[in-house]
């Protein structure tokens, strides 16, 4: 973040906002990730419990899958869709930084962690969908969950394998 006051900032603010655009692609990009988040609710019934949609600030959406081995080891999937990127991708996190922390050392054979640094809010991240068709929500939605299908498979064998 820039070192200047928030007030020398303020005009290039107003600016971003004037057209509207922003606020409806942000709306737009919202409506998506709930959409999808409906989709893996109805996909997923009795396999995962699927949370709601949260907002981060302006920079993610996401929604958090759990089924009882990810609850049982304090862990959780998100599904999240990067503002800055415009993409989805997957993270897998824990219940409190501590047990973050313990999954990531365990686990920093795996290709998808970062043996060098852990990510601020997760265990590792992985890519779902680099370059979305926004507006293809039927595409769109089968390629993440395809891909979510065979991940989230891939990581329960690797959980099970480092336990």
Same mark, same amino acid.
């Given at each position: 973040?820039?070192?200047?006051?928030?007030?020398?900032?303020?005009?290039?603010?107003?600016?971003?906002?004037?057209?509207?655009?922003i606020?409806?692609?942000y709306?737009? %990009?919202v =409506?998506?990730?709930? /959409?999808l988040?409906?989709?893996?609710?109805?996909?997923?019934? *009795?396999e995962?419990t +699927?949370?709601n949609?949260?907002?981060?600030?302006?920079d993610?959406?996401y929604?958090?899958l759990?089924?009882?081995?990810?609850?049982?080891?304090?862990?959780k999937f998100?599904?999240?869709?990067?503002h800055?990127?415009a993409?989805?991708?997957?993270? %897998?996190? =824990?219940?409190?930084? /501590?047990v973050?922390?313990?999954?990531?050392?365990?686990?920093? *054979?795996?290709?998808? +962690?970062?043996?060098?640094?852990m990510?601020?809010?997760?265990?590792?991240k992985i890519?779902?969908?680099?370059?979305?068709d926004?507006?293809?929500?039927?595409?769109?939605?089968?390629?993440?969950?395809n891909?979510?299908?065979?991940?989230?498979?891939?990581?329960?064998?690797?959980l099970?394998?480092?336990?």
């Amino acid at each position: 973040m820039s070192g200047k006051g928030i007030n020398s900032r303020i005009s290039a603010y107003k600016k971003a906002f004037a057209s509207g655009e922003i606020q409806k692609t942000y709306q737009s %990009l919202v =409506g998506i990730v709930q /959409n999808l988040r409906t989709e893996f609710a109805k996909t997923y019934e *009795g396999e995962f419990t +699927v949370a709601n949609v949260l907002h981060g600030y302006i920079d993610f959406t996401y929604f958090y899958l759990q089924n009882d081995f990810l609850k049982e080891k304090k862990l959780k999937f998100a599904i999240v869709f990067v503002h800055q990127h415009a993409h989805f991708e997957l993270w %897998l996190l =824990g219940q409190t930084k /501590n047990v973050q922390i313990c999954y990531w050392e365990k686990l920093k *054979g795996v290709r998808w +962690v970062n043996s060098k640094a852990m990510p601020k809010y997760s265990i590792f991240k992985i890519s779902l969908l680099t370059n979305p068709d926004f507006d293809d929500s039927k595409k769109l939605t089968e390629s993440i969950q395809n891909t979510f299908g065979s991940l989230s498979q891939e990581i329960f064998n690797t959980l099970e394998a480092y336990e």
